[in-house]
C-alpha cells in the first residue's frame, strides 16, 4: 500500500501501517466469519511535510519542492498511490516458525551456512535442517525451547552465487514434535560474501565492478502496480543490455523482482523509501524514527537474499542541516546492528559536503555532467567531474559509485552535431562518463539513470509528465544509449 493504509475486517479496525513498499500484517484469529468477509482497506496517498518521503507545497519549506511541480513531491517521480502489490490471507500453526535468519560465509572450497530460526512464543520440539543442491544434501537437528534455535550447516565444495553463476540451494526447515511435522518453511540460499576492502567491492573475494541502472517500478495504465510480464521484460533487457546489478530507486521494488535478481544473478543495492529526507522542523523526530522503521522493515524482508549486497539508507537528502550528520549515523548503526554482513551507504549529490560519508562503507554519488551542470558542454562537464572524483576519494577514501549519470532523449529525435535531448547527445553523455570512470582505479561501478523513461509530476523541466533520461522508452523500446551500452559493458 502506498502511502498509509487503515484495514477493517468485517467493520473491525485491524490497524493502520504507514510507508509504502514494504510487507505488513495483522491476525485475524478469532475475527474470521464462516463465510461473507469483508475486507477493507483505505489508502491515503497525501503528500506530507512529515511522511517519508516528504512532500506538500510550503513557502517555509523549500527544501521539500522540486522545481515548482505537481504533485509538489521532494522527488521526481510520479507519486502514485494504492494497492500495488498483492493482498494476501494466510495460516500458521499455534507452534510455528516466526522467522528465520540465514548468513553464508566461505572458508577455501567449503561454504557455511549460520541459521537462526525463531519460533512462536511457547514451541517445543525439534528442529530439522535440509539444504539440497549441487550435488548432495546437508542436515542437522536441534532441540527447540522457547525463543528458537541457531545452527551451522557445512558444504563441501560449495557452489558459489554470483552473476553468471547464480547457483542456489534450497534449505528447508521443519519443526518436528512427537515424530509430526508441526510446520515447515523453504526459501532458496546463495553462498556468496560481500566485503569492502581498501577501494575494492570484493564479492567471493574477488573484486567486482557494477554496472547497471536505476530503475522505477512505472509502465503505462498500471502505473507502479504489480506487472510480472514487465518484471520479466526488463530483465530480459538489462541482461541484453550487459548489466549485472541495480539500485532499487527510490523504493524497495516488489518480492517478485528480488526473487528474479536471485535467481538470475543480479547485484542490488537495496534503498530504503528515505527519497528526498530533509533535516528541518517541524517533524524531523517523526520522519527519522519512520527511516528507522523503513531500514528495519526491509532488512527483515531481504536479508536472506544473495541478490542484496548492500543497504542504501537515503537518496539525495538536504544533508546540510546540522541533524543530517547525527541522523545517518543513527540509521548506518542501526543497519548494522540487524546485519552485519553487508556494507551500507546513502546516496548524494552533494559529494564532498556530504558528512556522512565519513562513516558509510561506500561512496554513492549522482551527478549530471553535461546536463544539469554544464548544459551541453560535454568535454567540460567530463573534465570537472573527473577532479571532482578526485577529490571525493582524497577525503574519504573509500570505494565510489557514480549511482546516477545521464541525459534526457526524446525518442526518434536526432542531431548532428549532438545536441541536448536528441539520442546522439544521450548515448555521447554515457560514452564519455563510462570511459572516465575506468580510468579510476577507486571506481567500483556506474548505474546510468535510467533503465526506462517514467511519469513524474508536471514541471517546466518534464516534457508531457515524464522523465526521459531512460535507454528505453516507457514501454520498453531501444533507444541508441542502449545499443551503445550493449557494446560498452560486453566488451568489460
Known amino acids: 500500500m502506498n502511502y498509509l493504509a487503515e484495514v477493517w475486517l468485517n467493520g473491525e479496525p485491524l490497524g493502520t501501517h504507514e510507508g509504502g513498499h514494504l510487507p505488513f500484517e495483522f491476525d485475524v484469529s478469532g475475527k474470521l466469519r464462516r463465510e461473507g468477509n469483508l475486507l477493507v482497506v483505505r489508502v491515503d496517498g497525501e503528500l506530507a511535510p512529515d511522511r517519508v518521503p516528504p512532500g506538500g507545497a510550503s513557502p517555509n519549506l523549500p527544501e521539500i519542492t522540486w522545481d515548482q511541480q505537481y504533485p509538489p513531491a521532494s522527488f521526481d517521480f510520479f507519486p502514485f498511490a494504492g494497492?500495488?502489490?498483492?493482498?494476501?490471507?494466510?495460516?500458521?500453526?499455534?507452534?510455528?516458525?516466526?522467522?528465520?535468519?540465514?548468513?553464508?560465509t566461505v572458508n577455501g572450497a567449503e561454504g557455511r551456512v549460520w541459521v537462526k530460526l525463531d519460533t512462536t512464543a511457547g514451541t517445543s520440539g525439534t528442529a530439522r535442517f535440509l539444504l539440497q543442491g549441487h550435488g548432495g544434501d546437508v542436515r542437522a537437528e536441534a532441540p527447540v525451547s522457547g525463543a528458537g534455535v541457531e545452527t551451522e550447516l557445512r558444504v563441501p565444495g560449495a557452489a558459489l552465487w554470483g552473476p553468471g553463476a547464480p547457483n542456489l540451494y534450497r534449505?528447508?526447515?521443519?519443526?518436528?514434535?512427537?515424530?509430526?511435522?508441526?510446520?515447515?518453511?523453504?526459501?532458496?540460499v546463495g553462498i556468496r560474501t560481500v566485503e569492502v576492502r581498501g577501494d575494492a567491492l570484493l564479492l567471493n573475494g574477488k573484486p567486482i565492478y557494477l554496472k547497471g541502472f536505476g530503475r522505477h517500478e512505472d509502465f503505462p495504465v498500471v502505473g507502479r502496480g504489480l506487472a510480472p510480464a514487465v518484471v520479466v521484460k526488463d530483465y530480459a533487457l538489462m541482461q541484453w543490455v550487459g548489466a549485472n546489478s541495480f539500485r532499487t530507486t527510490h523504493y524497495p521494488y516488489s518480492e517478485q523482482m528480488m526473487d528474479l535478481a536471485d535467481r538470475l544473478g543480479f547485484l542490488v543495492i537495496d534503498e530504503t523509501p528515505a527519497v528526498g529526507l530533509f533535516f528541518a522542523e517541524p517533524g524531523l523526530e517523526r520522519r527519522l524514527n519512520l527511516c528507522r522503521q523503513y531500514t528495519r522493515e526491509i532488512v527483515a524482508r531481504d536479508k536472506n537474499r544473495p541478490s542484496v549486497i548492500m543497504w542504501s539508507v537515503a537518496n539525495e537528502p538536504r544533508s546540510k542541516r546540522a541533524p543530517a550528520k547525527p541522523s545517518f549515523r543513527a540509521l548506518y548503526d542501526l543497519a548494522k546492528s540487524l546485519d552485519q554482513t553487508r556494507p551500507v551507504t546513502l546516496v548524494s549529490d552533494l559529494w564532498v559536503e556530504e558528512e556522512s560519508f565519513e562513516f558509510l562503507d561506500v561512496v554513492c554519488v549522482n551527478r549530471y555532467m553535461g546536463w544539469y551542470r554544464n548544459p551541453g558542454q560535454l568535454p567540460a562537464g567530463v573534465a570537472t567531474l573527473s577532479n571532482d572524483l578526485d577529490q571525493l576519494h582524497a577525503k574519504f577514501g573509500k570505494p565510489v559509485i557514480v549511482s546516477e549519470f545521464g541525459a534526457d532523449a526524446v525518442a526518434g529525435h536526432h542531431a548532428q552535431p549532438p545536441e541536448m535531448f536528441s539520442e546522439e547527445y544521450q548515448a555521447e553523455t554515457i560514452k564519455r562518463h563510462h570511459d572516465l570512470f575506468h580510468t579510476k582505479p577507486y571506481m567500483v561501478g556506474e548505474h546510468v539513470w535510467n533503465l526506462c523513461d517514467f511519469k513524474t509530476g508536471q514541471g517546466t523541466r518534464r516534457v508531457g509528465a515524464l522523465n526521459l533520461k531512460?535507454?528505453?522508452?516507457?514501454?520498453?523500446?531501444?533507444?541508441?544509449?542502449?545499443?551503445?551500452?550493449?557494446?560498452?559493458?560486453?566488451?568489460r
Request: glycine share 4%; aromatic share 6%; proline share 6%.
Open 83 to 104: 494497492i500495488h502489490r498483492p493482498v494476501m490471507l494466510y495460516s500458521t500453526p499455534s507452534e510455528a516458525i516466526a522467522d528465520l535468519t540465514v548468513r553464508t
Open 171 to 188: 534449505l528447508t526447515v521443519e519443526l518436528v514434535r512427537s515424530g509430526e511435522v508441526t510446520d515447515r518453511y523453504s526459501l532458496p
Open 470 to 491: 531512460g535507454v528505453f522508452t516507457r514501454d520498453r523500446r531501444p533507444k541508441m544509449a542502449a545499443h551503445l551500452l550493449k557494446e560498452l559493458w560486453r566488451e
